[in-house]
């Protein structure tokens, strides 16, 4: 029998284009990850037994706000973008945070030596997905979706954490896919999917509010003769199904 999934959070950091449709901070995972090595994701990772201390000490001791410090976290230390930080980091600063980070020092201790505190109300809530796919590692992972903050943002890396980083649009990144030149996992693509549908980050807002959020987690439904990998057709994904023949699921 699988392990229990492993509690996860990540950010969709949005940021407006100018005459464009928004841009998406996503990061490419490294090729020696155990799941879904080399795929391009969304920012984010465990829910850490300090992030759930973090949320005791700042007086929301919630699961969801556990989640949030993590997709906070997680985003600085993949790309050195400070999402919902107040008041908002200088690069430079943001920069010496990711590299304190990467050596896992404590992310309270972090804030608390900048000065900066959490926006909660810079999250809003999108998505969770559970999937069953894999036998020896699944993952409950939370999607919270934020503005990215005023400035020229370029995503920075540390090696080892991710093979690489950018400011992509949805539909550039699906069409890279489907050209051969990215790799998306299921819970990535439909998210692209549904967030290449909005023209700005007000629009994205506004979908996750307008749709229920629920757990997730693909099932295997027959039709025709076919195998799909299907998902619920209420929560706002514009498309609910996938065939499962040749589908690459990290």
Same mark, same amino acid.
């Given at each position: 029998?699988?392990?229990?999934?492993?509690?996860a959070?990540?950010l969709?950091l &949005?940021?407006?284009?100018?005459?464009?449709?928004?841009?998406?901070l996503?990061?490419?995972?490294?090729q020696?990850m155990?799941?879904?090595a @080399?795929?391009?994701?969304?920012p984010?990772?465990?829910?850490?037994?300090?992030?759930?201390?973090?949320?005791?000490?700042?007086g929301?001791?919630?699961?969801? &706000?556990?989640?949030?410090?993590?997709?906070?976290?997680?985003?600085?230390?993949?790309?050195? &973008?400070?999402?919902?930080?107040? =008041?908002?980091?200088?690069?430079?600063?943001?920069?010496?945070?990711?590299?304190?980070?990467a050596?896992?020092?404590?992310?309270?201790?972090?804030?608390?030596?900048?000065?900066?505190?959490?926006?909660?109300?810079?999250?809003?809530?999108?998505?969770?997905?559970? =999937?069953?796919?894999?036998?020896?590692?699944?993952?409950?992972t939370?999607?919270?979706?934020a503005r990215?903050?005023?400035?020229?943002?370029?995503?920075?890396?540390?090696?080892?954490?991710?093979?690489?980083?950018?400011?992509v649009?949805?539909?550039?990144?699906?069409?890279?896919?489907?050209? @051969?030149?990215?790799?998306?996992?299921?819970?990535?693509?439909?998210?692209?999917?549904?967030?290449?549908?909005?023209?700005?980050?007000?629009?994205?807002?506004?979908?996750?509010?307008a749709?229920?959020?629920?757990?997730i987690?693909?099932? &295997?439904?027959?039709?025709?003769?076919?195998?799909f990998?299907?998902?619920?057709?209420?929560?706002?994904? =514009?498309?609910?199904?996938?065939?499962?023949? @040749?589908?690459?699921?990290?």
């Amino acid at each position: 029998m699988a392990d229990e999934a492993i509690p996860a959070a990540t950010l969709i950091l &949005v940021r407006d284009s100018p005459g464009g449709r928004p841009e998406l901070l996503m990061v490419e995972r490294a090729q020696a990850m155990a799941f879904a090595a @080399g795929a391009w994701v969304f920012p984010g990772g465990r829910i850490d037994p300090a992030d759930r201390v973090l949320a005791t000490r700042l007086g929301r001791d919630c699961a969801a &706000v556990a989640a949030m410090i993590a997709a906070i976290r997680e985003t600085l230390e993949e790309t050195a &973008v400070p999402a919902a930080l107040t =008041p908002t980091p200088t690069a430079d600063d943001a920069r010496q945070m990711q590299a304190k980070l990467a050596t896992s020092a404590d992310f309270a201790a972090i804030l608390d030596g900048a000065g900066l505190a959490i926006d909660w109300s810079a999250l809003t809530l999108f998505a969770r997905w559970v =999937p069953e796919f894999h036998a020896v590692r699944r993952f409950d992972t939370l999607f919270y979706v934020a503005r990215c903050p005023a400035g020229d943002w370029q995503p920075q890396i540390i090696a080892g954490e991710c093979a690489g980083a950018a400011w992509v649009g949805a539909a550039d990144l699906l069409q890279s896919e489907r050209d @051969g030149r990215a790799r998306l996992i299921f819970p990535t693509r439909r998210t692209l999917e549904r967030l290449a549908r909005c023209s700005s980050f007000e629009d994205i807002r506004a979908d996750a509010l307008a749709h229920a959020v629920r757990a997730i987690t693909p099932w &295997v439904e027959e039709r025709d003769g076919e195998k799909f990998i299907t998902i619920p057709d209420d929560l706002g994904f =514009p498309v609910t199904a996938e065939k499962l023949d @040749g589908l690459w699921r990290g």
